[in-house]
């Protein structure tokens, strides 16, 4: 099962629930948070992988606690034209997305793999990863 990328955005009347716990507590979902800017008595919003059977059920719920929940829409892509294959970003890419490809030594990327931490965007000394919205 693949896990989908959503972005939830809180109110500052929900911040303080514990509904992220809910989501693997009822639904038995699996997730990642991949960013997060969530303060008690504040707005919040939460960039997270998720993934389970009840997937749908537990975006059920969140819509029901009020909060927002909507597709995420930002991902890399590597520019084949600027990319001279270096290296840099490999070293630095913690979930093996970004790899050289043998023989050919050219550097490879796998969208799939990619949990957008962006460590690849500031490391690029030619700037050949680009934000796509």
């Known amino acids: 099962m693949t896990a989908k990328k959503i972005v939830l955005r809180f109110s500052k009347d929900n911040t303080y629930k514990p509904l992220i716990?809910?989501?693997v507590k009822d639904y038995d979902l699996v997730f990642n948070i991949i960013k997060a800017n969530v303060n008690p008595d504040s707005e919040g919003t939460v960039?997270?992988?998720?993934t389970g059977d009840k997937y749908e059920e537990g975006l059920q719920f969140l819509n029901e606690q009020g909060v927002i929940v909507q597709q995420?829409?930002?991902q890399l892509a590597r520019n084949t034209e600027t990319c001279t294959s270096c290296g840099a970003c490999t070293a630095h890419c913690p979930t093996g997305a970004l790899y050289i490809e043998r023989p050919s030594m050219e550097v490879e990327f796998v969208d799939d793999k990619c949990v957008l931490c962006m460590i690849c965007v500031?490391?690029?000394?030619?700037k050949a990863m680009e934000v796509k919205f």
């Open 47 to 50: 960039v997270l992988e998720l």
């Open 122 to 126: 500031k490391v690029c000394p030619v």
């Open 72 to 74: 995420f829409a930002e």
């Open 21 to 23: 716990y809910r989501l």
